[in-house]
T-cell receptor
Framework: EAQVTQNPRYLITVTGKKLTVTCSQNMNHEYMSWYRQDPGLGLRQIYYSMNVEVTDKGDVPEGYKVSRKEKRNFPLILESPSPNQTSLYFC?????????????FGPGTRLLVL | AQTVTQSQPEMSVQEAETVTLSCTYDTSENNYYLFWYKQPPSRQMILVIRQEAYKQQNATENRFSVNFQKAAKSFSLKISDSQLGDTAMYFCAFMKHEGHNAGNNRKLIWGLGTSLAVNP
């Protein structure tokens, strides 16, 4: 089954404790992206990747890091989480070229930073 | 910069009836894509329907259809025969067309959503 998976689905942590949210897709998509969803602000892009070893900042990259060492994986790293990073996070992927323009979303990761 | 506006924060409809959700957008692009995503209480983001701007025919997917008015920059979603499982947050989203350039971000630009409740 074609899918995007994220882990963990729920996470409670404390300020300053490094964490990683994993994202994996099995569709051989080149493009992957991270969004955060906040009430009243909608979804905003954090980082994106066009392919292996090619990443770039989105609209709200501060406090986050990403890596793309393999095509299928695109982890989101919070080196020193703060309470304002409490949010719902989505990973998404799509092919880079061709006629299929739809982004496929993971199930979301709900993060609470105390 | 592109923007997407959903003017109805909340709506409700009786089961089996029809409801229309509004979406307007602002762009100077001529080629682009528009999407409606559904987010049920599970928080999963599910694609409902997509429309290519260069296609004049309105997209349909079973009980879901759109009214795409390119000149007015309007992209409304009609849900026919509403079902209890349609209760969700609905998001309208915009994405630029790639053209011949496969190297740009082309992120999704999102509206703030419409919360739809289907009542029995």
């Amino acid at each position: 089954e074609a899918q995007v998976t994220q882990n963990p689905r729920y996470l409670i942590t404390v300020t300053g404790k490094k964490l990683t949210v994993t994202c994996s897709q099995n569709m051989n998509h080149e493009y992957m992206s991270w969004y955060r969803q906040d009430p009243g602000l909608g979804l905003r892009q954090i980082y994106y990747s066009m392919n292996v070893e090619v990443t770039d900042k989105g609209d709200v990259p501060e406090g986050y890091k990403v890596s793309r060492k393999e095509k299928r994986n695109f982890p989101l790293i919070l080196e020193s989480p703060s309470p304002n990073q409490t949010s719902l996070y989505f990973c998404a992927s799509r092919p880079l070229a061709g006629t299929q323009e739809t982004q496929y979303f993971g199930p979301g990761t709900r993060l609470l930073v105390l | 910069a592109q923007t997407v506006t959903q003017s109805q924060p909340e709506m409700s409809v009786q089961e089996a009836e029809t409801v229309t959700l509004s979406c307007t957008y602002d762009t100077s692009e001529n080629n682009y894509y528009l999407f409606w995503y559904k987010q049920p209480p599970s928080r999963q983001m599910i694609l409902v329907i997509r429309q290519e701007a260069y296609k004049q025919q309105n997209a349909t997917e079973n009980r879901f259809s759109v009214n795409f008015q390119k000149a007015a920059k309007s992209f409304s979603l009609k849900i026919s025969d509403s079902q209890l499982g349609d209760t969700a947050m609905y998001f309208c989203a915009f994405m630029k067309h790639e053209g011949h350039n496969a190297g740009n971000n082309r992120k999704l630009i999102w509206g703030l959503g419409t919360s739809l409740a289907v009542n029995p």
